[in-house]
């Protein structure tokens, strides 16, 4: 649409349309121009989104489609506006409304085809709806009728535009539905905005199913929310009612099964939850009783929350059997010491990031594996396993191979049935919703040597490729393909040089086992590093220990209020930043001050590195930018964390620990490191961990340790993910 338009008339004859063949030119007011003006840069960038400044607006590879879409998006908008000119029956008030509504529409769907947020196919509805209630709005009609087939993202915007219509009530009503009942996870965040819609108590109770612990944060708040959630007559949203009114209500919910069941009373578990060791046995019991009704079919409420807990309170075990590991076996492991054999596996497979290898097993057969092992009457891992009807079973054995006992694990058992349980292992993959099952598969290749285990899991992998081929289901046949790729190279006899070389190429990755100098280097021709500490006692030692690596002669050492930066002034260029490990929160506001300092200059560190326990590591995820390159976690790269590292820097190099960082081992490597790059040499892993493999072979106190740290050519689930997401991101899957 042009500041002077041609038009193919249409007149209104009779009550019915008919096209006429002359054409028309109209003069559009200045005072509109503008909006024309507006919607046509709209459909300029919607015919640009491909990168071609063409006729065609490219949405699909079917070209039916991209037609129907650009007809939609340039004539028959070109029409509406047209159409809007030649209505003498709107004044120039509400020809701005609906030219304005015109625009607003193409925006969001432009904005929104960028993120990925709606369905590009969807612009002829979008623009059918558009015009179907422009009609009815000028008729006083209401817009409702309209609303059917819009999506919840193509309408939204939309409607705003007849916020005076009889109809907009409701429009707004049936859009919510869709978007909330579509969105159950993050709904509630919303929902104060929609309080006054009969819709809104169907919703609540939905989220109440599937998220209680969302409805039970808002019901004890003092919120409009919380009013409209006390007045829900649903009989599950009365039960998260009830246990907001208790003392300790997020400690009960989990148990919103049993309650809702009548085997339990909230007297009963007020008692319970007094006590932490009784609660967290309960936490168990309850758990394998959900896990139960779950693998029967049954839909359990309180199971997310349940494992919540039963992760914090696990942990709360785990840190004081790691604290004490210098310790006799008899105090060190005291704490556990009337464990059964069910409540140990669940520290274990909740621990899997912070137990320290001599917490899971150790020479005195007192760390919590063996101790779960020796309470079992008689010892057998799959009677275990049915004890806890499976729960996380895989995360076990993943575990168990990590931590070198899947050998004695499965020989405690009949053949048969170990066969069976890796046979479940390796199985599935492609069903569950994220990769960590995947991962953990991945990270166990490299830990089992066991030859005739090996070649049954390599035939279990490529049954399952073929299998999952006949059904043309591409996820599974990628993570399949790529775990028999990783499996064929990984137990190659071959250099560990050779072997990354081959696993990278076959993977058609960058290489795994080199990072170049020239890589790392901003603008200027300066590695920047950022380094994360935090305010516990072990951060401030940390902090201690890390400043010894620089003496005075090789580098320039200032301080502010918040971090300290660390100058090479031999070698080649280098900046350290390092925010100080301030008392909590302090080093979080330190860190805060820090991240908007570079953001500020525009400082993008290449290298960052964690130096503290696994719960601050999602501060420090929080803080990495797109630019890093090298990774070290200093704590455990569980799959959780590998995935966040490599979608926010796709490119990085990741260094993680199976078990908790320690400063004994990461001062050598991040010394290694630093002194590699002053040099202005290429980070070459296998190299750099064969002389940290020399340097740690006469320190018997942290040989071990070293071995549990994890060098990128050896890091599986890294790779793995990097290798499935391009292989994804190529296919467009």
């Not at 990984?490 to 990278?504: G, L, R």
Request: neutral net charge.
């Amino acid at each position: 649409m042009k500041k002077i338009i041609i038009v193919l008339l249409l007149i209104a004859f009779q009550g019915s349309l008919v096209h006429a063949q002359s054409t028309q030119k109209i003069d559009i007011p200045i005072g509109r121009i503008g909006f024309h003006d507006n919607i046509d840069k709209e459909q300029a960038a919607a015919l640009k989104f491909d990168g071609k400044a063409d006729d065609l607006v490219k949405v699909s590879d079917d070209q039916t489609i991209n037609l129907q879409v650009t007809n939609a998006l340039v004539k028959q908008v070109d029409d509406m506006q047209t159409q809007i000119e030649l209505d003498s029956s709107l004044d120039h008030r509400l020809k701005i409304k609906y030219l304005s509504g015109l625009y607003v529409m193409l925006r969001d769907y432009n904005t929104k085809r960028a993120y990925h947020k709606i369905q590009a196919e969807e612009a002829p509805v979008m623009v059918e709806a558009y015009r179907n209630m422009m009609a009815a709005d000028i008729k006083g009609q209401s817009i409702k009728p309209y609303l059917q087939y819009l999506s919840f993202d193509a309408g939204e915007k939309m409607i705003e535009v007849f916020k005076d219509n009889p109809g907009y009530k409701d429009a707004r009503e049936i859009l919510f539905g869709k978007y909330a009942f579509n969105h159950l996870e993050t709904v509630m965040t919303e929902i104060t905005n929609y309080l006054e819609y009969p819709v809104t108590d169907s919703v609540i109770a939905a989220v109440a199913r599937k998220y209680p612990n969302q409805v039970l944060t808002y019901a004890t708040s003092y919120t409009p929310v919380a009013a409209s959630i006390r007045k829900n007559q649903d009989p599950i949203v009365q039960q998260i009612v009830a246990i907001g009114k208790t003392s300790q209500p997020t400690l009960i919910l989990p148990f919103i099964d049993e309650l809702m069941a009548g085997t339990t009373t909230v007297d009963k578990l007020t008692t319970v939850v007094s006590n932490e060791d009784l609660y967290f046995k309960q936490l168990v019991k309850s758990a394998i009783a959900l896990q139960h009704r779950r693998n029967n079919g049954e839909h359990v409420l309180g199971l997310k929350a349940m494992m919540e807990n039963l992760q914090a309170k696990s942990l709360r075990y785990i840190r004081e059997v790691d604290d004490l590991h210098e310790e006799p076996a008899n105090v060190r492991f005291a704490i556990v010491k009337n464990f059964t054999p069910e409540e140990l596996y669940y520290l274990i497979v909740n621990g899997q990031e912070e137990l320290y290898t001599s917490s899971y097993t150790n020479h005195n057969n007192a760390g919590l594996y063996d101790q779960m092992m020796a309470r079992m009457k008689p010892p057998r891992g799959d009677s275990l396993l049915m004890l806890v009807e499976f729960d996380r079973f895989k995360k076990f054995i993943a575990m168990a191979a990590g931590y070198n006992t899947l050998d004695d694990f499965l020989k405690s058992m009949d053949p048969s049935n170990a066969n069976y349980l890796m046979k479940k292992y390796v199985s599935s993959l492609e069903k569950a919703e994220d990769l960590e099952d995947a991962v953990d598969v991945a990270n166990s290749f490299g830990s089992i040597r066991d030859a005739k285990l090996l070649a049954f899991l390599r035939e279990e992998v490529a049954k399952n490729y073929a299998y999952l081929s006949k059904k043309k289901d591409r996820r599974g046949m990628v993570i399949y393909e790529l775990l028999g790729s990783l499996f064929d190279t990984e137990t190659e006899k071959t250099s560990d040089s050779t072997k990354a070389t081959e696993m990278a190429t076959k993977l058609k990755l960058p290489p795994i086992n080199s990072v170049t100098y020239s890589s790392l280097l901003n603008d200027s021709g300066r590695i920047i590093q950022q380094v994360f500490f935090y305010g516990d006692k072990d951060g401030h030692d940390s902090y201690i220990s890390f400043m010894g690596n620089f003496p005075a002669s090789e580098w320039r050492v200032t301080k502010n209020k918040y971090w300290t930066v660390i100058t090479s002034i031999k070698g080649k260029p280098i900046t350290i930043y390092a925010n100080l490990p301030i008392e909590e929160p302090g080093d979080k506001e330190a860190i805060e001050k820090l991240s908007e300092y570079l953001d500020e200059k525009d400082i993008h560190p290449t290298v960052f590195i964690h130096r503290g326990h696994s719960y601050h590591v999602n501060t420090t995820l929080d803080n990495l930018q797109a630019t890093a390159k090298i990774v070290v976690l200093g704590s455990c790269g569980g799959y959780h964390n590998l995935a966040i590292v490599l979608e926010k820097s796709p490119e990085a190099h990741i260094i993680s620990s199976k078990q908790v960082g320690t400063r004994f081992v990461n001062e050598p490597i991040i010394r290694q490191l630093d002194e590699t790059l002053r040099v202005g040499r290429n980070v070459d892993w296998v190299e750099m961990w064969s002389v940290l493999g020399r340097k740690f072979a006469g320190d018997a106190r942290n040989k071990e340790l070293f071995s549990d740290y994890v060098p990128p050519h050896k890091n599986l689930g890294a790779i793995f993910i990097k290798a499935y997401k391009q292989i994804m991101k190529d296919e467009k899957l």
